[in-house]
């Protein structure tokens, strides 16, 4: 079963939409309300962008990322769920100079399960990761983000900087995720 983790983001209703239009089961919860010691009744895991930083929410999402790095389960981070998988595992984010905002082209420059070639995306950020761990490797970039797509390892654990749920590339690398 897919844990939808709806940190917030404005775009969280679009995801939604293409999981059910695609017939792919799933339950959505709030961070605030999410209970832990459930973790163990999902397979995979979305997290979702978010609106404000709260630390409590980036506590639950950080155990979750953990819990999916301990147990080989599944993880998509999508922009902000990709930022915190970045620092849960040491890495770091920053400001951009200016709001990413609109459609932007993204380069794969390693093969991958979820996506290839060029994939036309919406960005919606104001901050992105500058620096990776040492587990995280990347998978794609653009002319303005380095880390359009990142993997932990060799792991089914994947962020993506931009919102996938937002163009067709990002609905195709959403569904590809769902089915590894």
């Known amino acids: 079963m897919l844990l939808v983790v709806d940190n917030?983001?404005?775009y969280t209703?679009?995801?939604i939409d293409f999981l059910n239009k695609k017939n792919i089961s799933f339950e959505k919860q709030s961070p605030q309300l999410f209970n832990l010691d459930s973790l163990s009744n999902y397979d995979s895991f979305i997290l979702s962008g978010r609106r404000k930083n709260e630390k409590k929410i980036n506590e639950i999402n950080s155990k979750i990322i953990s819990h999916c790095i301990k147990?080989?389960?599944?993880l998509l981070g999508i922009c902000y769920g990709a930022e915190?998988?970045?620092?849960?595992?040491?890495?770091?984010?920053r400001k951009t100079t200016f709001l990413?905002?609109?459609?932007?082209?993204?380069?794969?420059?390693?093969?991958n399960p979820i996506c290839s070639d060029v994939l036309d995306v919406f960005?919606?950020?104001s901050f992105e990761i500058s620096k990776l761990p040492?587990?995280?490797?990347?998978?794609?970039?653009?002319?303005?983000?380095?880390?359009?797509?990142?993997?932990y390892q060799k792991k089914p654990i994947f962020g993506t900087q931009f919102h996938p749920e937002m163009s067709k590339d990002g609905n195709n690398l959403i569904e590809k995720f769902c089915l590894l």
Not at 140 to 149: F, G, L
């Open 134 to 151: 040492n587990d995280l490797v990347s998978l794609a970039h653009s002319k303005n983000c380095r880390y359009e797509i990142i993997q």
């Open 13 to 15: 209703k679009q995801l």
């Open 100 to 111: 990413q905002k609109g459609n932007e082209s993204v380069e794969t420059i390693m093969n």
């Open 84 to 93: 915190i998988l970045a620092l849960t595992l040491g890495g770091t984010i």
């Open 123 to 125: 960005e919606s950020h």
């Open 71 to 74: 147990n080989n389960k599944k």
């Open 8 to 10: 917030g983001s404005i």
